[in-house]
């Protein structure tokens, strides 16, 4: 009895392998090299399939095996996420009773070829589900064979990269590279050209458009700064990567982590911009004004806000406008200061005429801010004599100043950048004439309008006997001009009046000398004559 069981089972045995198709005569006719085979054209070189792309060089025969996907990979590709399309490489693997494999390629109708199965739709689907309908498909032809499908290389495909970028056009990419591959190759964003009035290309707000009508948004700042990799997404076939031009800009300096320029997206506030910059430096101080420069288009006019921390030394909330500048001060800034001279509101007087004042440098300081930050000039200031004092190593430059056309006609060209150690000197304007020289009583007298050159000499009791003529007379004015005096001059506050006084020249001098000693020996004689006479 069991040897009659034993025989049932080995003629069941051999009708079941006999129903079965063969996977060496199956699968023997569609071997890796035919599948894998170029078309050939009439003289038999071989054809790529896009005439537009150049055909990727064939591995060594040493190196064939077990490196088809030559591609670097950041991390194994997701069957949910990765979408299958044209140009994609399968390998259909075999085993149990027999190993095999076949290699199939997606064509450009979106479909797969699979030996004995036919045609596969895998176009637009994800890997999972193209594999699961592969899986499916494959079954009821091979039942007595494990098989799988796996992903040998993913495909080449285009896509556009217009708008600010240094080389806008069409460019290869695979599944697998992400955003920043395709800009770098493409140049990267555009730079600002201001003699051909372009701007930056904008990083914050680059828009990814899918052939399905999807729209992404990339951040590569966010991307760069803190590695979101959601703001810079795989690419897909016939994607259009859209890189507009910056539309709201800031610049920021101080105790940040990456002083720059940057482009505001969201609030458009202080801290969105210290955020863009990598947040704070550990110097950074609460105890001086975040100091906002910002441009008056209307008037051309630089102005200066100055922004206090909240008594929790957080981050103002300021919104801020279009091209603002933003200074975050340093610890480092408290020892930093420049030294304004002379009439100072609030100064300390160091004598009747001059008074001292020190205050903090702050990055972007000018003469009109500094002024304004101490007070204002004082009362009898000297507006067009003023200047800055600059130490360049041994070297000391004057640079005037005209605060005139500065604080009293708002004339923004005429401010001018403050350095560290800087010395800002506003004189005080004397209002008073001064009378020097060759005459009687020289000095100090007031202003009188009235009064001509010749008017204020006589009040200074007129010229001495050592003055010369009238006509060397000369008067000097508080900028150190010189002129000649006549009848039409007239006098301002703060004039001087110089009488020369008499130069003898040689032949006077030796005149002198004889005339001296002529007299010197007329006087002995007399002296001896009447010492002779008395004896």
Request: hydrophobic share 40%.
């Amino acid at each position: 009895m069991t040897s009659r069981c034993q025989l049932r089972l080995a003629i069941l045995n051999v009708m079941i392998l006999a129903t079965q198709p063969s996977p060496a005569a199956g699968l023997g006719a569609y071997t890796p090299s035919t599948l894998l085979s170029e078309p050939k054209t009439e003289d038999g070189s071989a054809a790529t399939s896009n005439p537009t792309e150049e055909a990727e060089p064939s591995p060594p025969k040493a190196q064939a095996q077990g490196a088809e996907l030559s591609l670097p990979l950041e991390e194994p590709i997701d069957p949910e996420k990765y979408i299958c399309g044209p140009g994609d490489l399968f390998q259909l693997n075999f085993w149990g009773r027999q190993n095999s494999s076949v290699r199939f390629l997606v064509d450009t109708t979106g479909r797969a070829f699979v030996p004995r199965v036919g045609y596969v739709e895998m176009a637009g689907q994800s890997l999972k589900d193209s594999s699961a309908a592969l899986r499916k498909a494959v079954a009821r032809y091979y039942p007595g064979l494990s098989f799988d499908f796996s992903l040998v290389k993913p495909r080449t495909f285009l896509v556009h990269v217009v708008g600010s970028v240094a080389r806008p056009g069409i460019y290869s990419a695979h599944a697998t590279d992400r955003l920043t591959k395709v800009l770098a190759v493409a140049g990267g964003s555009s730079k600002p050209d201001p003699k051909a009035s372009i701007g930056s290309g904008s990083i914050r707000r680059i828009e990814i458009t899918r052939r399905s009508g999807e729209k992404l948004p990339a951040d590569l700042l966010r991307y760069d700064l803190y590695g979101d990799t959601k703001n810079n997404p795989f690419l897909s076939d016939g994607d259009v990567i859209v890189v507009p031009f910056e539309s709201f800009v800031a610049t920021i300096s101080g105790a940040v982590q990456r002083p720059g320029r940057y482009e505001l997206v969201a609030k458009k506030d202080i801290t969105e911009l210290v955020y863009a910059a990598g947040g704070m430096r550990s110097s950074a101080t609460g105890q001086l004004p975040i100091l906002v420069s910002r441009r008056d288009m209307a008037n051309d006019r630089l102005g200066q806000l100055r922004v206090q921390y909240s008594p929790a030394r957080e981050l103002p909330v300021m919104p801020l406008q279009n091209n603002d500048l933003v200074h975050i001060p340093a610890a480092e800034e408290l020892q930093r200061s420049v030294m304004l001279v002379g009439a100072i509101e609030g100064a300390s007087q160091a004598d009747e005429a001059t008074g001292i004042k020190r205050l903090p440098y702050e990055q972007g300081d000018t003469v009109r801010s500094l002024i304004e930050r101490a007070g204002g000039v004082g009362t009898g200031a000297d507006y067009k004599g003023s200047y800055i004092v600059r130490m360049q190593g041994t070297e000391k430059t004057i640079i005037p100043l005209d605060l005139e056309a500065l604080l009293i006609y708002r004339d923004m060209k005429a401010d001018r950048e403050v350095r560290i150690g800087d010395i800002v000197n506003v004189p005080y304007q004397r209002r008073a004439i001064m009378i020097e020289g060759a005459v009687v009583r020289p000095g100090i007298y007031q202003f009188n309008p009235r009064l001509r050159v010749l008017d204020y000499i006589a009040i200074a009791g007129g010229p001495s006997k050592m003055a010369q003529d009238t006509d060397s007379y000369r008067l000097v004015s508080p900028q150190g001009k010189t002129v000649a005096i006549d009848a039409k001059t007239g006098v301002q506050p703060g004039d001087t009046l110089v009488v020369p006084e008499r130069h003898f020249s040689r032949a006077e001098v030796t005149q002198i000398i004889i005339s001296a000693v002529g007299l010197a020996i007329m006087s002995t004689a007399v002296v001896f004559t009447a010492y002779a006479a008395s004896k």
